[in-house]
């Protein structure tokens, strides 16, 4: 990417801040860009901390989805929207622990994701996450498709999954973040 267009907070950061980041990160591991830029209105982050709308594992996890279909719904929306910046964040820190193997990883951004490397239920939430995004309408057949698979909860709670994080591909498009570097190697991008 580019100069960020908003600027992350530096060190020192407000005591308020460095205590919620506390709580999100590992010891010792630096804050991703984006969560420096969103502190730019602290208020507004020390609110989706405290509310745990963001936390170890991202926005709104509450649990209620396995963490490899989570994992997959949050790479592919990432995908959809074009977000390699979030993508590449949470390859380099989250996707492996979530349950993502290395060829599953590799695979999300085809536009057929492989029978052999993802269940019918996976592959019909990928078919999913990309008519929510790239086209904001879900067919009969899709619906249908994703029904067969998942409950009427569990539908809606993937739906405001996938809006959160092309919510976070908003916010990516508008500040620009520079890339994190918490493996070695070039970021790891969408493009193929």
Same mark, same amino acid.
């Given at each position: 990417?580019?100069? !960020?267009?908003?600027? !992350?907070?530096?060190?020192?950061?407000?005591?308020?801040?460095?205590?919620?980041?506390?709580?999100?990160?590992?010891?010792?591991?630096?804050?991703?860009?984006?969560?420096?830029?969103?502190?730019?209105?602290?208020?507004?982050?020390?609110?989706?901390?405290?509310?745990?709308?963001?936390?170890?594992?991202?926005?709104?996890?509450?649990?209620?989805?396995?963490?490899?279909?989570?994992?997959?719904?949050?790479?592919?929306?990432?995908?959809?929207?074009?977000?390699?910046?979030?993508?590449?964040?949470?390859?380099?820190?989250?996707?492996?622990?979530?349950?993502?193997?290395? +060829?599953?990883?590799?695979?999300?951004?085809?536009?057929?994701?492989?029978?052999?490397?993802?269940?019918?239920?996976?592959?019909?939430?990928?078919? /999913?996450?990309?008519?929510?995004?790239?086209?904001?309408?879900?067919?009969? +057949?899709?619906?249908?498709?994703?029904?067969?698979?998942?409950?009427?909860?569990? /539908?809606?709670?993937?739906?405001?999954?996938?809006?959160?994080?092309?919510?976070?591909?908003?916010?990516?498009?508008?500040?620009? !973040?520079?890339?994190?570097?918490?493996?070695?190697? !070039?970021?790891?991008?969408?493009?193929?």
């Amino acid at each position: 990417m580019d100069t !960020p267009r908003i600027e !992350p907070l530096a060190d020192p950061l407000p005591a308020s801040v460095a205590e919620r980041l506390a709580r999100l990160l590992p010891a010792g591991m630096a804050a991703p860009q984006l969560f420096l830029t969103v502190a730019r209105n602290a208020g507004l982050f020390n609110w989706m901390v405290d509310s745990g709308l963001l936390g170890p594992s991202g926005l709104a996890d509450r649990k209620a989805l396995p963490p490899a279909l989570r994992e997959l719904l949050i790479l592919r929306t990432c995908v959809a929207a074009g977000n390699d910046y979030e993508f590449n964040l949470h390859v380099q820190t989250i996707s492996r622990r979530m349950g993502l193997s290395e +060829a599953q990883i590799d695979d999300i951004r085809q536009p057929a994701p492989s029978s052999t490397l993802w269940s019918s239920a996976e592959r019909t939430a990928m078919r /999913l996450v990309d008519a929510l995004v790239r086209r904001l309408a879900v067919d009969d +057949a899709l619906y249908g498709d994703a029904r067969a698979h998942f409950d009427e909860p569990t /539908l809606i709670e993937v739906c405001h999954l996938v809006g959160l994080y092309t919510g976070v591909a908003m916010l990516v498009a508008l500040a620009r !973040p520079s890339f994190d570097r918490y493996r070695p190697g !070039p970021p790891f991008t969408t493009t193929p």
